[in-house]
C-alpha cells in the first residue's frame, strides 16, 4: 500500500514538473480557494480574540445600570425621552445592592481637557467612582496603586490614569507615578498606570481616561451638588453564574427608587457585556457567509480545471495506462494513481497559498499594527486548509481517474 502512494506521488510530480506552467495555471483556483479559507478563520480567531478583550475589559460578570441602552435594543428618541439618572439615585442603588460583590457610583465627563506642566491635552475622559471600582473593570494596574477608601471618603485629589495618557504625557514606557496634572486648575497626584486594554470592539476611551475619586469629581464639576444628572452604575456580580440574580435585584431596587408601579416599563437600561455577543455573532454570520461564497466559487473553479487537466492527462497517457494493465496493473492502482496525482495538484496549491498567506499576515500585522491578528497562520488552519486540498483533489480527479481505471487495454494500446 505504502510503496504504490510514493509510487503514485512521484510519478505525480514527475507530471507536474514536466508541465510546470499547466500546473500552476491549473492549481491557481485552489491556490484562491485555500487563501480564502485560511484568511477566513484567520480573521475570525482575531474576531474572536479581540471580542473576548473588549468584554474582559467590560467586565465579563459585570452589568451597568444606565440612562442609555449600548445594544441599541431601544430607539434613540425612546431612549433620550427617559429621566436621567441622579447621583442621589445611583448612591441608594449601591447601598441597597446584596447579591453583588461590589457596587460603584460612575461618572464621566467626556471630551476633557488636561493639563501637564505647561501641555493642554484636549478629548480625554474623567471619570469619576468609589474605590471598589478597583475590583469591577478600572483594569489592571501596571504601576502604583488604585486610591484607597480613605481617599475615597476624603475625596483626595488622586488619580489613576490609562495607557495612552501616559505615552501622550510623558511618553510610552515612563512611569508617572507621584507625576502630577491638573483638571480644571485643580492639582491631582498620579498614584497609578492601568495596562494597556484597548482593542478592535473596546471603548475608544478605555486607555486614555483619568479615573479620580468619585467626590473630588463632584467638587470639580458640579462644586459638589448630588443633584448631577447622566451618571450610572457598574455593578459586578461576581461570577458569571450571578448575573441573572444581580440583574433581577438591580432591576427591582431600581423600579422602586424611581416609583415605577407594576406593569410600567423601565425607564433606564440595564446593559452588559454579553449584550454584544448577538452583535458579534451578526458580525461573524456576515463574514462566514461571504468567505464560504468565495471559497465555494474559487474551489468550482479549481476542481473543473484540475478535472479538465486530469482528462488531458488520461488521453495523453493512455498508451502508457494500455502498457501497465497488460503487465497486470490492477484497475484500482491506476485508479489510486490518478487520485494522488490530482490530490498532489492540490496540495501544490495549498503549499503556494501558505506562503502567500504567511507573507500577507505578516506584512499586515507588522506594518498595519493590527493587534487582534496573530502575524501567522494558526495551526489548526494549517491541518483544515491541507485536509481541504487534499479533498479537493480526490472529488476533482474521481472522474477521469475512473475513466482511467475501465480503460481497455488492448483499446489503450492501440491508442495513437
Not at 502512494?5 to 485555500?34: C, H, M, Q, W, Y
Not at 478563520?41 to 445600570?65: C, H, M, N, P, R
Request: one cysteine or more.
Amino acid at each position: 500500500m505504502w510503496s504504490q502512494i510514493l509510487e503514485g506521488i512521484k510519478i505525480a510530480f514527475s507530471a507536474i514538473r514536466s508541465n510546470k506552467l499547466r500546473s500552476g495555471l491549473t492549481s491557481l483556483g485552489v491556490v484562491i480557494g485555500i487563501a480564502f479559507v485560511i484568511f477566513m478563520g484567520w480573521f475570525l480567531q482575531g474576531l474572536d480574540f479581540a471580542f473576548e478583550q473588549a468584554i474582559s475589559t467590560l467586565g465579563t460578570d459585570v452589568i451597568y445600570i444606565d440612562k442609555w441602552d449600548w445594544a441599541g435594543r431601544k430607539s434613540w428618541r425612546e431612549t433620550m425621552n427617559r429621566p436621567d439618572m441622579t447621583l442621589r439615585q445611583c448612591e441608594e442603588l449601591v447601598e441597597r445592592m446584596q447579591s453583588a460583590e461590589a457596587s460603584s457610583v460612575l461618572a464621566r465627563k467626556w471630551n476633557a481637557t488636561v493639563k501637564s506642566g505647561s501641555d493642554n491635552f484636549t478629548g480625554l475622559t474623567v471619570v469619576g467612582a468609589n474605590s471598589v471600582y478597583a475590583d469591577i473593570a478600572a483594569g489592571v494596574i501596571k504601576t502604583g496603586r488604585f486610591f484607597s477608601p480613605v481617599e475615597d471618603m476624603y475625596s483626595s485629589n488622586v488619580c489613576v490614569i490609562g495607557y495612552d495618557v501616559v505615552k501622550n504625557f510623558f511618553g510610552e514606557g515612563a512611569d508617572p507615578v507621584g507625576k502630577e496634572l491638573k483638571i480644571k486648575g485643580v492639582t491631582f497626584t498620579i498614584i497609578g498606570k492601568i495596562e494597556k486594554q484597548g482593542s478592535m470592539f473596546a471603548p475608544p476611551w478605555i486607555d486614555n481616561q483619568i479615573i479620580i475619586p468619585i467626590k473630588a469629581f463632584l467638587n470639580i464639576y458640579s462644586g459638589g451638588n448630588k443633584m448631577m444628572k447622566n451618571i450610572s452604575v457598574a455593578i459586578k456580580a461576581g461570577g458569571e453564574e450571578n448575573i441573572e440574580n444581580a440583574k433581577m435585584e438591580a432591576v427591582g431596587h431600581m423600579r422602586q427608587i424611581r416609583k415605577l408601579q407594576p406593569g410600567e416599563e423601565d425607564n433606564f437600561a440595564v446593559n452588559e457585556s454579553q449584550a454584544f455577543r448577538d452583535n458579534i455573532a451578526n458580525l461573524r454570520l456576515g463574514v462566514w457567509a461571504v468567505g464560504i461564497g468565495l471559497t465555494a466559487l474559487s474551489f468550482l473553479v479549481g476542481i473543473i480545471g484540475i478535472m479538465n487537466i486530469m482528462f488531458v492527462s488520461v488521453t495523453e497517457r493512455t498508451k502508457e495506462i494500455g502498457i501497465r494493465k497488460a503487465l497486470g496493473a490492477r484497475r484500482r492502482s491506476i485508479l489510486f494513481q490518478f487520485l494522488v496525482e490530482a490530490s498532489s495538484l492540490c496540495f501544490l496549491g495549498a503549499l503556494i497559498a501558505f506562503v502567500l498567506c504567511s507573507v500577507v499576515m505578516f506584512a499586515v500585522v507588522r506594518f498595519g499594527e493590527v493587534t487582534f491578528l496573530t502575524p501567522y497562520i494558526p495551526p489548526n488552519l494549517l491541518i483544515i486548509a491541507t485536509v481541504v486540498s487534499i479533498v479537493v483533489g480526490v472529488l476533482a480527479g474521481m472522474i477521469p481517474a475512473m475513466r482511467a481505471s475501465k480503460l481497455d487495454p488492448v483499446e489503450a494500446l492501440r491508442y495513437e
